[in-house]
Each structure stands twice: as structure tokens, then as C-alpha cells.
């Protein structure tokens, strides 16, 4: 299957490879940097240097961060805000005009978080940004991120022991990226890494129980590790099929799980994807969009990193009780 699934690509590689923007993958690493440093320092003047004039943010929760003078103010107000805050880098893939970056960020806020006073308790956060990039600086962005486990870190939103694993959360350890798989080996090729984990993607929109897990047991490895702060009760193969089947496929019927954007370098596949479904204990429409890293050692997915809006989906699931 594996093979058919990287020759049936072979055309779509000769089509696309002429015409797909390459870029200044090394200048565009610096960039990143230069990001970061400004994120850490609230150095706004060196925003001319990263962002293109027609930059677009895209960051849930944030709808008021659109453009670069949106941006530069809420850098700025993190560093009066937060003034220990810091990011740091832990994953970078590069593809073309796009990368995607996975961040560990932690800091001590004082005064209100979203209009909520919070009290002055160091918190955790993890990110995965996916940047578009234009003439050498950052054009677009799109981010993910746990601002639900932000807010239950710093007592805006205190845990809920009868609901979901998400909301229980209140260890430390909850709010931070598991320790990464030690399983090393082939790491494939990029555009053949894609077409499988497209692959898997085609077996969610399925909607059928035994081809997904026909999926999951072809492509993802016996000792498979996942990486999901939101998730804590998923962790291993195991548990991310019962949560595929409990959590997903049983309550949300006619879903759509879309890719929205994939790219890769080495043995790493981002996908930018975003789903909605009919929750059929209330029969309301949920929206969800999430960002997921998965790393691939000889044909088979061995551990995948994620971040999506947890917080929207309680929202969300909060205001169908209500009604």
C-alpha cells in the first residue's frame, strides 16, 4: 500500500515542482529567529525587518490581531504584562514559502488575562505557528495554541472534575509537551511522507470505524506516541483509537476533517486542518481547528504533536447546554 500510495504522487510531484515556491529556506530560519527574539524582548522596532507591509495574523481568541500594528501592540503588551515571558523553539519544518514552528512558552502575568484578574502563577504554554513567507519576511500566520490550559494554570478557569480530561487538568505536567519517542529509522521522503499521512486524513472523512483503524494499524507504529496537552488521556496507539472512536466518530457522524494545508521536511508532516460536525447529543454544529505534527521512522507514524482550540470547543459545547 505504501508503495501505491508514493507512485500514485509521482505526477503530482512532475506537476508541482517547477512551479512551487522554494524560497530562502536558511533566510527564512533566521527570520524565525528574529521572531522569536521579538516575541522575548518586545523589541518593536525590528518589526520592519519580519513582517511584509500586508501581513495577516490569524490567531483564535485574538480576532483584534489582524495586521502588524495589531501585532506589534499586543507584543508590547505582553512585555508590561508578562514581563518574564519567554518562548522558546523546539521544532522547525521548513517546506517551500511556509514553515511551521513548535514553541514552548512560560510566564508570570499580572493584572487580567481576556478581562479575568489572575494572580501572579508562572504558567506553561505550548504552540505550533504555521508562517507564510513573501520577499523574505513573514506574510501570513496561523496559529495554535492551549489557551484553555493557560487559563486553568493561572485559576481563570478552574478545573472541572466531572468533565472532560481537558478541563480536569491541574498537574504541571498537564499543560506541556510528553517527552519525544526514542524510536529512530528510515525517514522516508517528504512528498511520500505527505501522500500518507493524506492518507490517514482520507480514513477519517470516511466516517467509518473499521477504515480508520484499518488506517491506524497500516500507518501508525505499535509504540506510537501522542503528544497533546488538550489530550491527556490519550497517550499511546491504544488510546488514541478508543478516543478516535469514542470521542469522534460516535458523536459526530456526518464530520468533515478537511486538510486546510500540509507541508514537510525530512521525516516531519505539519497539517493545518479544521473540522465540524454535528455533535449529536444536542444536535448542534461544532467547529474546531487544530495544527498536528507527525513523524514518521521506516513507513510508519511514530509520534504526532498537536495543538488546536480547546478552549472554542468548551465554549462551544458550554453554550449548547445553555440553550
Known sequence: MRMIVTL??????LLTACSRPVGNSAQNRV???????????GSLSTAGEIFTPGFKSHIPHFSQITDTQSYKAEVARTAVDIP??????????????KLAGRFTATGTPHGELMGVPVDSVKYTNTWIVVFRFADGKIAEEWWQFDLLGVMQQLGAMPPVPEGPPAVQRIAPEDFVWSAPSEITGDRGIPEANKAMVLQVYKAWNSKNADTLLTALNEFYSD?????DPARPHVTDLAGYKKWAVDEVLTPFTDFTLPVEDILAEGD??????KFTGTFSPFGKPLTQTGT????????????????????????????MMEL
Open 8 to 13: 500514485s504522487f509521482a505526477a503530482y510531484l
Open 31 to 41: 527570520v524565525i529567529d528574529r521572531w522569536l527574539e521579538f516575541w522575548n524582548t
Open 84 to 97: 518574564d515571558f519567554h518562548a522558546e523553539l523546539e521544532d522547525l519544518i521548513v517546506d517551500g514559502d
Open 223 to 227: 509504540d506510537f506516541i501522542y503528544h
Open 268 to 273: 516531519k508532516v505539519v497539517v493545518r486542518w
Open 292 to 319: 498536528s505534527i507527525s513523524r514518521i521512522a521506516d513507513g510508519k507514524i511514530v509520534e504526532e504533536w498537536c495543538d488546536f482550540d480547546m478552549l472554542g470547543t468548551v465554549q462551544q459545547m458550554k453554550n
